[in-house]
């Protein structure tokens, strides 16, 4: 009863404005954190919330409180810092790194300081788009948002905001229980032996050569290693290997990864950077144990449930991957472990704390 009085008592925003611009970009990880807060602010929210969208043809889901709308007659950039600006009524909620520069009244998500830690890894458009507008919004946004500790003190040393300033709304993990891997095909032959998985782009900071470098000496411990996902326009280009053991997937969707963290021995995440690092935590929800870098936020989305590796040391990480796959107890204890670690991320949570963030402005 408790507990109900004080969730009535939460303060609620009667209307918003959501920059939807997001559905119409590739997935990744930014993409997926927009969706999965909307969703959880449809299942929340009371008064008018209103989903602004680019012009164009997009794959929405079922929304109960949420209304769609097209505005505007372009997209991209200008769509944003242009047509939605103009036509969004009341607060505006803007997921995925950038805003309008000319509203006040909204609030930005900055998921990492990437761009400025790890310029080499994006295109020189992105890196001149980010450069120029983030400063702009730290200063007139009502709030700035971040997903990790980690990502508010990277982004208060580039940018005019304090790091006490950024408001600290993680992902979640709840999605990965829609996903079924009994509907995937990814393994329909079955995986000749066990493997390794590798998930992300192409972008140097991800650092997916560290593990690739491994393939000979994994391949000697009856090991292959799964590359899921491709390169993004927004990275530079990197230099790919070569070897009978790295089977490279492609883009997989949400049930074929259900299945390969199924099947999986570990995930490997060797990045040098990341704001948040989801991957880590859908790997712990669905029982895949984890080896990850011990840099930037990783340490703070793993916790001890993980075991860590530098991101420039291979043996380290030879010597991880070689002491899960030869323990099965040790790896049943990082599974437990990993589904408690994973629980403490909730998009409901974070959610209802971007409501109470729009209810203030």
Same mark, same amino acid.
């Given at each position: 009863?408790v507990?109900?009085q004080?969730?009535?008592? %939460?303060? @609620?925003? /009667?209307s918003?404005?959501?920059n ?6 590739a &997935?990744?990880g ?7 807060i909307?969703e959880?602010?449809?299942r929340?929210?009371?008064?008018d919330?209103?989903l602004?969208?680019?012009?164009g043809d997009?794959s929405?889901?079922p929304?109960?409180?949420?209304r769609?709308k ?7 950039y +200008?769509?944003e810092?242009?047509? $939605?600006?103009?036509l &969004?009524r009341?607060?505006l ?5 950038l805003?309008?520069v000319v %509203?006040?009244?909204?609030i930005?998500?900055?998921h990492?300081?990437n761009?400025?830690t ?6 020189r458009a992105?890196?001149? &788009?980010?450069?120029t ?5 730290a200063r ?9 500790k980690?990502s &508010?003190?990277?982004l208060?040393?580039y940018?005019?905001?304090k ?5 600290? !709304? ?6 990965v229980h829609?996903?079924d891997?009994?509907?995937? /095909?990814?393994?329909?032959s079955?995986?000749?032996r066990?493997?390794v998985l590798?998930?992300g782009s192409?972008a140097?900071h991800?650092?997916?050569? +560290?593990? @690739?470098? +491994?393939?000979d000496?994994l391949?000697?411990?009856? !090991?292959d290693?799964y590359?899921a996902?491709g390169q993004g326009?927004i990275?530079?280009?990197t ?6 053991n790295?089977?490279?997937?492609g883009?997989v969707?949400d049930?074929?990864?259900?299945? $390969? ?5 570990c +995930?490997?995440?060797p990045?040098?950077s990341e704001?948040f690092?989801?991957p880590?935590?859908?790997a712990m ?6 080896i990850s870098s011990?840099?930037a ?5 793993g916790g001890?449930?993980?075991r860590?590796?530098a991101?420039d040391?291979?043996?380290g990480w $030879? ?5 899960i796959a030869?323990?099965?107890?040790l ?6 472990a990993g589904?408690?670690?994973a629980r403490?991320f909730?998009?409901t949570?974070?959610?209802?704390g971007y409501l109470e963030a !729009?209810a203030?402005?």
């Open positions: 009863m507990r109900m004080t969730e009535e008592r %939460r303060q @609620l925003p /009667t918003f404005t959501i939807g611009r997001f559905f119409s970009q &997935a990744s930014v993409q997926r954190y927009a969706q999965q909307v959880s602010i449809d929340q929210a009371v008064g919330v209103v602004a969208l680019p012009p997009v929405l889901p929304f109960g409180k949420i769609p097209t505005l505007g007659a372009s997209n991209g +200008l769509w810092q242009v047509m $939605l600006p103009a &969004a009341g607060p909620l803007n997921l995925c790194n805003g309008p %509203r006040s009244d909204q930005v998500c900055m990492d300081a761009v400025y790890d310029p080499n890894s994006y295109s992105f890196q001149l &788009a980010y450069r507008l983030q400063p702009l919004l007139r946004a009502a709030r700035v948002t971040t997903v990790s980690f &508010a003190t990277m208060a040393k940018l005019p905001i790091a006490t300033d950024i408001l600290v !709304l993680p992902n979640g993990h709840e999605h829609a996903w891997a009994s509907r995937s /095909t990814i393994l329909s079955g995986a000749a066990p493997f590798l998930i192409k140097k991800k650092n997916a050569d +560290l593990v @690739l470098s +491994l393939a000496a391949d000697e411990l009856g !090991l290693i590359v996902g326009r990275f530079a280009a230099e790919t290997r070569e070897r009978a790295i089977v490279r997937l883009f969707s049930d074929d990864l259900a299945a $390969l963290y199924a099947r999986a021995s +995930l490997v995440f990045s040098w704001g690092g989801l880590i935590v859908e929800a669905l029982g895949c144990p984890v011990d840099r936020s990783m340490p703070e989305v001890a449930a993980a860590y590796a991101p040391d291979p043996a $030879l010597g991880r991957i070689r002491e030869g323990s099965e107890a790896r049943q204890d990082m599974i437990s589904r408690e670690q403490k909730s998009w949570q974070s959610a209802a !729009l203030a402005i």
